[in-house]
């Protein structure tokens, strides 16, 4: 029997929700509520549509094979993203690598903030480069592409910015799946991500281990989960079950904005969908925070806060804001848009684009992402989507063939 299912964001959306309301269910977490009728019903309905819309959207698009041509000139942007980098240095006056793992000082790496403006436009492009680097890398296997790769990560690792580094690996495991494998999961390769999954959550609550002993002080060897556990009030059937304790960390992780969103459920009533709420909405759920900031300092509007279950717990899926500022109505005009965005981004990229791949991947990662902050408003990701977009439309043969005629009417091309 060959079963396999595609790596489109609508599935990515069904199958990363469906996990989390398993791995909630097991009730790990004495902090987390029971999860209301109404918030099932919800989430439950988002997966039947997003798995009727993926198996739509795999009849009206077709991946065809990339050309090796290469339109972009890789070595010289990559370059040219490393003195951006170093003009961010001499602006901020401090490396923060240098300062932390060298100099030892207390710098806080994140208030390194670079030039303003500039900094989300260099980092973006930096990560979308990285990625469609990768993928050109599958294409051509050439090894000079490797060498352009890590150059192309250095900055997130000068920067110490495991944000920005995470989500490249992401966005790459999504580029190799829709390469190497066709945008298809088999059994056989959903066994190896599940393992590979496991490895990694493993090694996450490892490094999480390390890294709370060093910030209390503390001479637990890295097995320790006595602070996360204590922190997530682990119960009784994780205690004792044979699951490794350190991957209480990814479990946290997985659940926590889950669990706050049902938190805002449950203390927010009858939030109306009226203009005032509509345009909270907008400017917190919808809006990249750049135009989003900009417009609030024209316009101020007050805002309730986003509660949680625990202060230590901070994270929050794209659905408590917008619930927060427009109930139910808000929570549904989100999914909305995901499904519209999806859709009218992939019709725009094409099917013949050389950045095709790149931008689905990166669109993989926001779906991902959006169950553990709201990554539209986060430019960070969001913006990144601008690149493939505009760079498709600048090499389409159409556009191309009009850049070649406006060359040869003032002569610089034959």
């Known amino acids: 029997m060959n079963f396999s299912v595609s790596l489109n964001p609508y ?11 398993v791995l909630y269910n ?37 991946q065809k094979k990339v050309d090796k041509r290469n339109p972009l000139n890789i070595g010289i942007l990559s370059i040219l993203i490393l003195l951006g980098n170093v003009l961010e240095f001499i602006y901020e006056g401090a490396i923060p690598f240098v300062e932390i793992a060298i100099l030892k000082n207390d710098y806080v790496y994140i208030h390194y903030a670079g030039i303003p403006t500039f900094h989300v436009i260099l980092f973006t492009f930096n990560a979308f480069l990285a990625v469609y680097t990768f993928h050109r890398l599958l294409v051509e296997k050439k090894k000079i592409y490797i060498v352009y790769f890590l150059i192309n990560l250095l900055p997130s690792l000068l920067t110490y910015n495991r944000g920005m580094l995470m989500m490249i690996v992401i966005s790459c495991v999504s580029v190799f799946v829709l390469e190497m494998w066709k945008g298809l999961l088999s059994l056989k390769n959903i066994a190896f991500l599940s393992i590979f999954a496991i490895v990694f959550l493993y090694i996450f609550g490892i490094m999480g281990n390390v ?12 097995n320790d989960s006595t602070y996360i556990m204590a922190v997530g009030e682990a119960s009784d059937s994780f205690r004792n079950s044979i699951v490794p304790k350190p991957m209480f960390w990814g479990y946290i992780y997985m659940t926590s904005p889950l669990a706050n969103f049902e938190e805002n459920v449950r203390y927010y009533n009858n939030v109306p969908l009226n203009l005032e709420n509509t345009s909270k909405f907008l400017k917190t759920s919808i809006l990249p925070d750049f135009i989003g900031k900009r417009i609030e300092s024209i316009s101020p509007q007050e805002y309730d ?3 949680q279950v625990s202060p230590h717990l901070t994270v929050s899926s794209m ?62 990701l969001s913006f990144q989507l601008v690149y493939p977009l505009l760079f498709s439309l600048l090499f389409s043969k159409r556009c191309f063939d009009k850049v070649v005629v406006l060359l040869r009417k003032i002569k610089i091309v034959n």
Do not use: C
């Open 319 to 380: 659905f408590s804001s917008a619930f927060v500022n427009s109930g139910w109505g808000g929570v549904i005009l989100i999914y909305v848009y995901f499904a519209l965005l999806v859709l009218v981004y992939r019709y725009l990229l094409g099917n013949d684009s050389q950045f095709l791949i790149t931008g689905m991947a990166i669109m993989n990662t926001i779906t991902m992402l959006n169950f553990f902050s709201n990554m539209f408003t986060f430019s960070g």
């Open 211 to 222: 890294r709370s002993n060093y910030n209390h002080d503390t001479k637990g060897n890295v």
């Open 305 to 307: 806060e986003v509660k």
């Open 26 to 62: 097991l009730g790990w977490s004495n902090l987390y509520p029971k999860l209301s009728t109404v918030s099932m019903i919800f989430f439950i309905s988002t997966i039947i549509i997003s798995i009727v819309l993926g198996y739509f959207y795999d009849k009206k698009f077709v």
């Open 11 to 21: 599935y990515l959306y069904s199958i990363s929700l469906s996990l989390i309301l």
